[in-house]
């Protein structure tokens, strides 16, 4: 189950730092049905390895899940509604295994946004560009973040696939050639489709949007009523 830790038509973006572009993720930030699926698939897929341990379980009621909802649900271990969003694999394993504690996810979202794109933009890419490679000692490899040290963990969901890789001429030199994805290749295929998978992937994304900044939609909503109480405020003083 460690292996077990993501619309349709993506819009290409400007390059991320590993030089691979990124795709535009889908906005779901107001669609509670698919934050709802998109907790369900971190608990299931990220919370083994990752903590998000600035959430709380009981502020998932904030998209619309009841507390026995997510008592049923979202809670595998001993935890309890009120705690907070913790991995279960002990930090001790985690460096065994993997060199080091995998970070926390409570605002990934917001840390990994840049000049390439949002943050959204970024994890949405990277969740979907992994491939199988034999030289990495995981057996993946990812395109938006080359030497990636985390396997792929939706593999079953995605299948397995390799990326296929051309030698062009350097554009800038024409006495050197230069190694371009060429496209993935399907393995094996997986449970869902890729348009499924995908829609998979933007419903965890959005969750992961939301878990950085819960209180984003009242803020916004907010603003807009203080922009229009200070719009009146000047048309009155002005009068």
């Known amino acids: ?10 819009v290409l973006a400007v390059a991320s730092e590993g030089g691979f572009p990124l795709d535009r993720a889908p906005d779901r930030s107001s669609d509670l049905s698919a934050l709802q699926n998109g907790a369900r698939l971190f608990v299931n897929y990220c919370l083994n390895c990752h903590s998000a341990s600035l959430v709380r379980y009981n502020r998932l009621r904030d998209i619309g899940l009841s507390e026995d909802q997510i008592r049923e649900n979202l809670l595998f271990t001993s935890d309890k509604v009120g705690d907070l969003m913790k991995a279960t694999m002990p930090e001790k394993d985690a460096k065994a295994w993997f060199g080091g504690v995998p970070p926390d996810l409570s605002v990934i979202i917001r840390a990994k946004a840049s000049g ?8 949405y890419t990277y969740l979907r560009t992994y491939h199988q490679d034999e030289t990495r000692p995981t057996g993946w490899n990812n395109l938006t973040f080359p030497g990636v040290g985390m396997p792929n963990v939706l593999w079953e969901l995605q299948g397995v696939r390799k990326a296929k890789f051309v030698e062009e001429k350097d554009p800038h030199n024409e006495g050197k050639t230069v190694h371009t994805f060429a496209g993935f290749e399907q393995v094996t295929p997986g449970k869902l489709s890729a348009p499924e998978f995908d829609s998979q992937v933007a ?6 949007g939301w878990m950085a900044e819960p209180v984003k939609a ?12 200070l719009g009146l405020l000047v048309l009155l003083t002005w009068r």
């Open 1 to 10: 189950k460690l292996l077990a830790a993501l619309a349709l038509v993506p």
């Open 116 to 123: 390439a794109g949002s943050g959204a933009d970024y994890v």
């Open 203 to 208: 419903d965890l994304v959005a969750f992961m």
């Open 218 to 229: 009242k803020r916004e909503a907010l603003g807009v009523w203080v922009l229009m109480f």
